[in-house]
């Protein structure tokens, strides 16, 4: 009994001092922090919402140190929105939306910047930064710290110059990759490849691709030996001529086969219109679209289909309607999309797609993904039916009329607005 009060006490001892240690190193580093963290010097500077999804916070609060960020945008003096589109080249365009508040509000505007496909995380993230410090000026112009910024510029004026691209803006892409897994009863192999080539302008959009993709099963219960096997390959090709800034027309192909859905052979061509509400230079926070789609269908069957057949040609038609709004306030993006056989209506499908981030007030946000289809089209379902291997293992699509998914919740942040300390210890 001795011996264990003695350990406890020596243990005890231990801590005490240990917690004495951390608690004079806090008040030390406290010391030597309290310039940067005291009342006066956060009330003196901007505070900045920064509403970026591809900006990462730890590297601007440590380059943008004339700022204070803030977790809301009702506590800011600038709310700063990145919106952001793929290239063709699959960079990333960048428009910053600089919007004042406060004492600010009347300084708003735009800017924007490029980010190559190559470029690593930390190039990219100083493209933004120096487009965010320029954006701020006339900001800082109108506070104490302007005083002390300095402007620099070191790249010579030149002329203009005419754009020489020997491809053409043709962009050419290939990918290969497999993933696989196993144990002693069962193994799983995919693989995944594609080549694509695109050349995308101003008036004129194509797209095309070239893929296959394979999944292989292999279960072993020790007296017999299962192999499983999904194969789906496919060509499309897409042509699109903007008319103006509204309305677009096209063209689309596409050559197909999957053992998932029945088809050994499968084609489609056909035109397609757009009109978009808003101009298309807007895209980057408003979309409004209807489009009208009409095709040709051939398909031809691994097995004779409940209707009887084994191969056909049926027509179809689809109207699209899609909306895109991102904004201060969040961002929402529907889809509804409804189509049809031309021999017979009742073979039709109705798809809806939701995606939403909104902000309801001071640190709430809900967020929403759903997609959700009625499905009466299924013109591929095999007249034999499936085995119930092929159900266990879904080697085949099953007849259904409708197929459901989704993701919803709330986020609600509170505590200090002005923690800009940037700590990445363990």
Known sequence: MKEILRHFGLCLIVVISL???????????????????????????????LDCNDCNSSYFRRNLAFSNFVRDPKLADIHIFVTQQKTAG????????????????????KLKTFSPQDDSEMTKWGRLLKIVDAGLLPYLSRTADFSGVKIKH????????????????????????????????KQKYTLNSSIRADRITNVYKFKSELSYDLEKNVYNNGDEVIVTAKKESG?????????????????????????????????????????????????DSKVFTLAYILKPNYYAYNQRTLFGEIEEWRTSETLRLSLLLRQPWGAIENTLEG???????????????????????????FFLNIKTDLIHDQLYLPAGGTSREDVLLQQSKLATNFEISGRLGVRYTFGSNFNNIVNQRL
Do not use: C
Not at 34 to 48: H, R
Not at 90 to 109: H, M
């Open 19 to 49: 917690f004495s240690v951390s608690s004079l190193a806090q008040n030390t580093l406290i010391e030597e922090l309290s310039g940067e963290v005291s009342e006066d010097s956060l009330n003196s500077k901007i505070n900045i919402y």
């Open 90 to 109: 699959n960079g990333t365009e960048y428009k910053l939306n600089f919007i004042g508040l406060k004492q600010y509000a009347d300084i708003q505007y």
């Open 235 to 283: 060509a499309n090709a897409r042509f699109i001529y903007s008319m103006n800034s509204r309305w677009s027309v096209g063209l689309f192909g596409k050559l197909y086969s999957s053992t998932y859905l029945n088809l050994q052979k499968a084609f489609n061509l056909g035109p397609a219109i757009e009109y978009n509400i808003f101009p298309w230079d807007k895209s």
């Open 154 to 185: 070191d790249a010579p004026l030149v002329a203009p110059v005419e754009l020489r691209d020997p491809w053409d803006f043709w962009i050419f892409r290939t990918e290969f990759g497999t993933n696989f897994s196993g144990e002693k009863s």
């Open 339 to 365: 189509s049809h056989f031309f021999h017979d209506f009742s073979k039709n499908r109705l798809t809806l797609q939701s995606d939403a981030s909104v902000r309801v007030l001071k640190g709430l946000s």
